[in-house]
């Protein structure tokens, strides 16, 4: 599903990875790991096509994402790839609802077809009674969970996601931990975890350990 070979950037002066490869496969729930500055996020943007590695390739679904234009790899990265964030990054002006239905009808998908899947994702999350509600008068919790979904609205081969649980209590973060592994035996997607959540990487499938731009063991 994700292959990256050979993964080289740097920020100025800064040597943030060091020549990472990494091998995801289809339905896999892999965790990453390490201290703060080991390159953990950065490696998650360059997968996700959010940065640019300054050398080495990035293939996702057999596609080698550095060889498509700025407008197709927009494209491709809309229908194939679903992101979660520890701040969630809701439009405050939008409701639950019209937030997940927004990637839909950017991919120019009918109107009333991803207004549905919305609401049936919704429904799924547990969050359907907030429908019309917007981001300020979610809980962190019900924030993450319209993320999650909106996250999912696209169908997307992978779902990318950094520190999902950071900003969530304890109860909160457990039914989010729950969620991941329902969702990847439900819709068979592949999850790719940032995380210093212990608990949620020990329930991953493969947990791989980062320090100083490597991927030291997993």
């Not at 993450?144 to 109860?171: C, S, W, Y």
């Amino acid at each position: 599903m994700i292959h990256g070979k050979d993964i080289h950037k740097a920020y100025g002066n800064i040597q943030v990875l060091r020549g990472v490869s990494i091998d995801i496969e289809r339905g896999e729930v892999v965790s990453i790991v390490g201290p703060s500055g080991s390159g953990k996020s950065t490696l998650l943007h360059i997968l996700g096509t959010l940065d640019k590695a300054d050398s080495g390739t990035v293939t996702m679904n057999g596609v080698d994402v550095r060889a498509l234009s700025p407008q197709k790899l927009a494209a491709f990265r809309n229908r194939n790839i679903g992101f979660v964030f520890q701040f969630h990054h809701l439009l405050p002006e939008f409701t639950a609802l019209e937030n997940v239905c927004i990637p839909g009808w950017i991919a120019g998908r009918k109107k009333k077809e991803v207004q549905q899947e919305a609401l049936e994702l919704l429904e799924i999350l547990g969050v359907s009674h907030r429908l019309q509600n917007k981001p300020a008068e979610l809980s962190g919790g019900e924030q993450q969970r319209v993320a999650v979904a909106r996250a999912l609205i696209n169908k997307p081969a992978v779902v990318l996601a950094d520190e999902p649980t950071g900003n969530l209590d304890t109860t909160n973060a457990k039914e989010l931990h729950d969620l991941v592994f329902d969702l990847r035996d439900r819709f068979r997607q592949t999850f790719l975890i940032v995380t210093h959540n212990e608990e949620l990487a020990r329930l991953s499938d493969r947990v791989l350990y980062m320090k100083d731009g490597l991927i030291v063991s997993q």
